[in-house]
Nanobody
Framework: QVQLVESGGGLVQAGGSLRLSCVAS?????????MGWFRQAPGKEREFVAA????????SYADSVKGRFTISRDSAKHTKYLQMNSLKPEDTAVYYC?????????????????WGQGTQVTVSS
């Protein structure tokens, strides 16, 4: 089994920054798993934010966060990060870490096998 634990959420003013972390554990977690971040605002569906393939070289972003958010990973620590800059009130949501059991990335939430419990990000105007 694989466990994902997010941290780093909180309350921040518009224009501020936060960095989310996600630590993966479990004997079945493999170094080649691709990973992603999704978010879900109240009354909305869970949406793709960013993804990174296992080498950390290739990344993908939703248009709404491109240029403001950066995804990265430290494979030795089984940890990935989401650096969020220039935050906007519309970024307010619960942010979820996800892992996919193969090396290639995906923006489709149905293609992820493991999920964290989520961390709340609130951006005030």
């Amino acid at each position: 089994q694989v466990q994902l634990v997010e941290s780093g959420g909180g309350l921040v003013q518009a224009g501020g920054s936060l960095r989310l972390s996600c630590v993966a554990s479990g004997r079945t977690f493999k170094y080649y798993y691709s990973m992603g971040w999704f978010r879900q605002a109240p009354g909305k569906e869970r949406e793709f934010v960013a993804a990174i393939e296992w080498t950390g070289v290739t990344t993908s972003y939703a248009d709404s966060v491109k240029g403001r958010f950066t995804i990265s990973r430290d494979s030795a620590k089984h940890t990935k990060y989401l650096q969020m800059n220039s935050l906007k009130p519309e970024d307010t949501a619960v942010y979820y870490c996800a892992a996919r059991g193969i090396a290639t990335m995906s923006s489709n939430r149905d293609e992820y096998d493991y999920w964290g419990q989520g961390t709340q990000v609130t951006v005030s105007s």
